[in-house]
């Protein structure tokens, strides 16, 4: 049996799981970049993603920020409807959006097709929090190794 790989444009494939979403299913994608280093890496991790109600300064969320442009982030801050998201591998880039901007939120990280990190777990919360509250200078010298070795 052949197989082929299907490429789409983001905002061609992107629109089509936001809407799955606010049908109510769950959506795993496969992820590209490297704007999550070290949680999510791209290429090889896939994220399980759900619509949910509540959103949550930690949570990781795919927005559409603008029409057809899309980013799977951490939400950093939150005041009302505006939200900040903040990719974990980004040292300053942040990105400004509403609440109903936010088309889904991960609830499992797939690493290689195989394991599966449950995002809501307290252990998960607990490092990625550890991670985002740790001083630039120590997730510079730490993302730049991790790039060059990739061992996470």
Request: aromatic share 4%; glycine share 8%.
């Amino acid at each position: 049996m052949n197989t082929h790989k299907v490429v789409l444009p983001n905002a061609v494939m992107l629109g089509e799981v936001t809407r799955m979403l606010e049908e109510g299913h769950s959506v795993v994608i496969m992820t590209k970049g490297s704007s999550m280093s070290p949680f999510i890496r791209g290429e090889r991790d896939s994220v399980e993603l759900i619509k949910q109600q509540n959103v949550a300064v930690g949570d990781i969320v795919l927005c559409q920020l603008t029409p057809g442009h899309y980013v799977l982030h951490r939400v950093h801050a939150m005041k009302d409807d505006k939200v900040l998201l903040k990719g974990d591998g980004n040292l300053d880039a942040t990105e400004r959006c509403t609440l109903a901007d936010v088309c889904g939120t991960a609830i499992a990280i797939i690493r290689g097709n195989c394991r599966r990190i449950d995002c809501t777990s307290p252990g998960f919360k607990r490092r990625s929090r550890r991670w985002v509250s740790a001083p630039r200078l120590v997730r510079r010298y730490a993302l730049g190794i991790y790039r060059r070795i990739k061992i996470l």
